[in-house]
């Protein structure tokens, strides 16, 4: 797989200061998958966000069917509910930085970054308080 987008999505749930990966692993595991079906995952460890490794960049997704996306994209998946709580600055950093470093790397364009939701259009992914044009600006 050669990457040409990235895709943000949260996870809609509450992030604690424990390492929800693993619960997010254990239930793509579950659905018969080989693993977890993001790249990256973001997440509040202690006190700090950390940045998680799903799957090795050339290997597709299981993040985003519509239109093919796991084949052609890296997802990154944010932990938390961004429908009912607002992003924490650090997290937004974070992520931004993250996809900062893989456009370097990949050699991507900037208007190939897209919310879960600019493809799955019944989703709200990455959440109602994530804003896709902000986060495109910021980059």
Known sequence: ??????????????DGKTVSWNAIRKYHLSLGWRTVGYHYGIELV??????????????????????????KSLGICCIGNFDENSV????WQLCLT????????????????????????YKSCP???????????EL
């Open 1 to 14: 797989m050669e990457p040409k987008n990235i895709i943000i999505h949260h996870s809609l749930t509450k």
């Open 46 to 71: 202690n006190d700090d966000y950390e940045i998680f490794v799903g799957r090795m960049m050339n290997e597709s997704g299981a993040h985003c069917k519509q239109q093919g996306m796991n084949y």
């Open 88 to 91: 924490p600055k650090k997290q």
């Open 98 to 121: 993250l996809v900062r470093s893989l456009v370097d790397v990949l050699q991507l364009s900037l208007d190939n970054i897209y919310g879960h939701n600019e493809f799955a259009y």
């Open 127 to 137: 959440g109602a308080n994530w804003s896709m044009k902000e986060f495109r600006r």
